[in-house]
């Protein structure tokens, strides 16, 4: 019998698959660094656009060099005619997240050097998609409200111009600065499921979009960033702060799972998760109406005291209170994973690219654990 090397831990749990120098997650103490720049720092200083060059180019950019980047990012913005006619054909009721996801597909059959995987050319178009992804979720809210797309603007930075296309008008700046901290949290996160999947896709040499197309499918699942639409569902089920106990209850007895709490590496509270409650805390004492908030925050509570989420180290997640923020900024609840794409294409762009830099083709194997050397049964004679 040939032996098998022994099985890596189930869900590759604490395996190492990649060197990176894009970002940092120190699960021990809380810690997530882009490059060496704290989550803490950038959120409160940084823009979008001077994440996505630091994750691209492993440095911040100056003043010449951002205006540049994201001039050429905001001329991409448009999308393909056909693109749009095509989205009009969909069924009005298919998930924010397989429209991206079929239209990111689209894009490559779109793009006549689709299959250019030189490195300007990759990095060519992994700068349109990061541009076109906005476009693209902002015009299916559009066309499955019965309405045409707004085409992009160009003098509005990223978050802005999303908004402005979502909504039909110029957002306030409040609503600006929440979706910029959260495009700023969201954009890189180590190993994650979906920059693995890109990276394995990568490594295959297949293109860019296919890269992106295959992270997009694995982000979707509520494991990873589908949680933040099932955390606003919960609290939106739980519907005030005072039935938060009895539902926190009923949850546990029924081994329900608390949507946007628990992590894989995290076993002290998630960095991005203290940003955002913080920024939620102020959306809500803006706007008057606390409730959101208040549910998340008490049912955070709830789970923080609980020897079952204590002794499983279980806090919330970056997903938990993403979804208080953009519900407050009146995003649909259904478009909150897209808007997580919409972020993490910077990271995903960054470690594609760093694939292609030093690349061998990601292969693993399985352990076989069924039957051997059955003898072979005619059709007929099977039971
Ligand atoms: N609510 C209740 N219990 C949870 C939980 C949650 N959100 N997350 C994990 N647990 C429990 C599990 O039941 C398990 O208990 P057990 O040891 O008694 O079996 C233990 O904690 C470990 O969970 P496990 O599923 O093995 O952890 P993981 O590292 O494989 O999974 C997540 C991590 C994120 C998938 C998991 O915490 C989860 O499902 N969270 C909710 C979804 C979510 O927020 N996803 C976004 C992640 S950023």
């Known amino acids: ?96 997240m397989a429209v991206l996801r079929t239209g990111v597909s689209a894009m490559g059959a779109f793009d006549p050097t689709a299959e250019d995987s030189r490195p300007e050319a990759t990095k060519e178009k992994l700068r349109r998609l990061t541009a076109v992804m906005p476009t693209l979720i902002a015009a299916w809210e559009r066309i499955r409200s019965g309405q045409e797309p707004i085409a992009p603007r160009a003098d509005l930075d990223l978050a802005a111009n999303f908004l402005y296309m979502m909504k039909g ?38 293109d860019v979009y296919s890269a992106v197309t295959t992270a997009i499918g694995t982000l979707k699942g509520p494991a990873h960033g589908g949680a933040n639409e099932k955390a606003m569902q919960q609290f939106m089920e739980i519907g005030s702060p005072e039935n938060v106990q009895a539902w926190f209850e009923h949850a546990l007895a029924n081994e329900r799972r608390i949507m946007g709490i628990g992590h894989r590496v995290y076993k002290v509270e998630d960095p991005r998760a203290t940003i955002l409650r913080e920024r939620a805390r102020a959306l809500a004492e803006q706007s008057g109406d606390r409730r959101w908030f208040d549910i998340a925050y008490n049912l955070e509570q709830a789970a923080r005291s609980h020897p079952y989420f204590i002794e499983r180290s279980l806090y919330a997640n970056v997903d938990y209170y993403s979804a208080v923020v953009l519900y407050q900024t009146g995003i649909p609840v259904d478009q909150f994973t897209p808007l997580f794409a919409m972020s993490r294409i910077a990271g995903w762009a960054a470690h594609i690219i760093e694939q292609w830099v030093d690349n061998r083709l990601i292969r693993p194997r399985g352990e076989y654990i069924g039957p051997v050397d059955q003898p072979w049964v005619p059709l007929d004679r099977r039971s």
């Open 169 to 206: 008008e110029e957002p306030s700046k409040t609503e600006v600065d929440a979706l910029d901290t959260f495009l700023i949290l969201l954009a890189d996160h180590g190993m994650n499921a979906s920059t693995f999947s890109a990276r394995v896709t990568t490594s295959t040499l297949a």
């Open 1 to 96: 019998m040939t032996s098998q090397p022994a099985a890596a831990a189930k869900g590759l749990e604490g395996v190492v698959v990649a060197q990176t120098q894009k970002s940092k997650v120190d699960g021990t103490i809380g810690k997530l660094h882009y490059h060496g720049y704290n989550i803490f720092d950038l959120a409160e200083n940084a823009s979008f656009e001077e994440v996505i060059y630091l994750l691209w180019y492993d440095k911040l950019p100056n003043r010449a060099e951002l205006e540049q980047f994201k001039k050429e990012l905001a001329a991409e913005r448009a999308l393909p005619p056909e693109l749009i006619e095509m989205m009009k054909q969909f069924p009005k009721g298919t998930h924010p």
